[in-house]
């Protein structure tokens, strides 16, 4: 599975962004797909994961702010970023669990300006 990650770029404080993770296949069968991000100089981080029946998992930092979903017949993970903070500058990847194995996309840079 390739996944392809898309919708990143420079936002002032309370703006807005959607990403986007296109799939190179059919992503019904992945048990969790999920929004990660890492900024430099620390551990890549879970923001936000879906499961296959659409229940939603988001870290305390984004709450109330983002929103993760998911379109099975498009092949495609969103994540939809409200009210965004310098904070939440950081390089955003996607990531498919299809078990056994795990498969990350690229990546797509966000940057927050204060």
């Known amino acids: 599975v390739q996944l392809q990650a898309s919708g990143g770029g420079l936002v002032q404080a309370g703006g807005s962004l959607r990403l986007s993770c296109a799939a190179s296949?059919?992503?019904?069968?992945?048990?969790?797909m999920g929004w990660y991000r890492q900024s430099p100089g620390k551990q890549r981080e879970l923001v936000a994961d879906?499961?296959?029946?659409?229940?939603?998992n988001y870290a305390d930092s984004v709450k109330g702010r983002f929103t993760i979903s998911r379109d099975n017949a498009r092949n495609t993970v969103y994540l939809q970023m409200n009210s965004l903070k310098p904070e939440d500058t950081a390089i955003y990847f996607c990531?498919?669990?299809?078990?056994?194995?795990?498969?990350w996309g690229q990546g797509t840079q966000v940057t927050v300006s204060s």
């Open positions: 990531k498919a669990a299809i078990y056994p194995n795990d498969y």
């Open positions: 296949r059919n992503i019904l069968s992945a048990n969790v």
């Open positions: 879906i499961g296959r029946i659409g229940d939603t």
